[in-house]
């Protein structure tokens, strides 16, 4: 059993991730944007102690902070949840520029910032794990075009966490990149050929059997090596 903290429980994949977690008996540092907003179903782990809500926005380095500062206890796992698909134009023939910086702000810093927050927490822990929840549609080797600024923003948060790989090798903390397969949520819609119980079933397997080989890698929800 250990102690995860999940960005984005209110909906979609953070939410089953919490849902899974909780249920298999973990406890879950969960972060909302609108904690008044946060659904009835959580009431019960938050009375037995073993889910805590957090109020965060990732592109609020100050609202990060005060987080990391209500929290005093080692954490195991970081997921890097949170995210936002982009504007409606992001194409590089017509792009929405603030749209583009909004989506690496949360996308890329965001993950960044929530790491440096609570590092303190991670190295309370033994071999602790960040884990970020990227998108297959951010690597390079992939030349699709469409939602250039959501790909971009994917494939900067790779190298983000292939550099804290890299810094945090000695402290035993093991940093990796997940694409959680086409989901379906409110951003991966209807059409997706995943469902969100399996997504986070296939991910939480998959943080389970994580080594510090595995660290700087990148990882699809069925555990199989994913191209930068
Ligand atoms: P949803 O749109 O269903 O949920 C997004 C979550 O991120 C919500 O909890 C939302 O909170 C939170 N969030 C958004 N912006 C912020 C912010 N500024 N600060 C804090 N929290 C924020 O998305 P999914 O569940 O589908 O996606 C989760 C992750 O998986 C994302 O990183 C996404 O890029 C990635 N992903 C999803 C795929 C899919 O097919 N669904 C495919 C590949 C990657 P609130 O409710 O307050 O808005």
Same mark, same amino acid.
């Given at each position: 059993?250990?102690?995860?903290?999940?960005?984005?429980?209110? $909906?979609?994949?953070?939410?089953?991730? =919490? $849902?899974?977690?909780?249920?298999?008996?973990?406890? *879950?540092?969960?972060? +909302?944007?609108?904690?008044?907003? @946060?659904?009835?179903?959580?009431?019960?782990?938050? %009375? !037995?102690?073993?889910?805590?809500? &957090?109020?965060?926005? +990732?592109?609020?380095?100050?609202?990060?902070?005060?987080?990391? %500062?209500?929290?005093?206890?080692?954490? #195991?796992?970081?997921?890097? !949840? @949170?995210?936002?698909?982009?504007?409606?134009?992001?194409?590089?023939?017509?792009?929405?520029?603030?749209?583009? &910086? /909004?989506?690496?702000?949360?996308?890329?810093?965001?993950?960044?910032?929530? +790491?440096? @927050?609570?590092?303190? #927490? &991670?190295?309370?822990? $033994?071999?602790?794990?960040? *884990?970020?929840?990227?998108?297959?549609?951010?690597?390079?080797?992939?030349?699709?075009?469409?939602?250039?600024?959501?790909?971009?923003?994917?494939?900067?948060? !790779?190298?983000?966490?292939?550099?804290? =790989?890299?810094? &945090?090798?000695?402290?035993?903390?093991? =940093?990796?990149?997940? #694409?959680?397969?086409? *989901?379906?949520?409110?951003?991966?819609?209807?059409?997706?050929? *995943?469902?969100?119980?399996?997504? @986070?079933?296939?991910?939480?397997?998959?943080? /389970?059997?994580?080594?510090?080989? !595995?660290?700087?890698?990148?990882?699809?929800?069925?555990?199989?090596?994913?191209?930068?």
């Amino acid at each position: 059993m250990g102690t995860y903290l999940i960005t984005g429980i209110g $909906r979609g994949i953070g939410q089953e991730l =919490a $849902r899974v977690l909780l249920l298999r008996g973990d406890r *879950v540092i969960g972060t +909302v944007r609108d904690p008044d907003g @946060a659904s009835a179903e959580w009431d019960g782990f938050i %009375k !037995n102690g073993q889910l805590k809500l &957090l109020s965060l926005d +990732v592109r609020d380095g100050g609202s990060i902070k005060e987080a990391a %500062k209500r929290l005093d206890e080692p954490l #195991h796992v970081l997921i890097n !949840n @949170a995210g936002i698909i982009g504007p409606d134009r992001q194409s590089t023939l017509d792009m929405d520029f603030d749209g583009f &910086l /909004d989506t690496l702000n949360v996308n890329t810093l965001g993950p960044l910032r929530t +790491v440096q @927050a609570f590092l303190p #927490h &991670l190295r309370r822990a $033994r071999a602790a794990k960040i *884990v970020t929840i990227s998108s297959r549609m951010g690597s390079i080797s992939y030349a699709k075009s469409d939602r250039i600024a959501y790909r971009a923003s994917k494939s900067a948060v !790779n190298k983000v966490m292939q550099g804290l =790989a890299t810094d &945090l090798r000695e402290d035993g903390i093991i =940093a990796i990149s997940v #694409h959680p397969g086409w *989901v379906r949520t409110d951003m991966g819609g209807s059409g997706a050929d *995943v469902s969100v119980q399996d997504s @986070a079933d296939g991910i939480i397997k998959l943080i /389970d059997g994580i080594t510090p080989g !595995n660290s700087g890698g990148f990882f699809d929800w069925q555990g199989k090596p994913v191209s930068f």
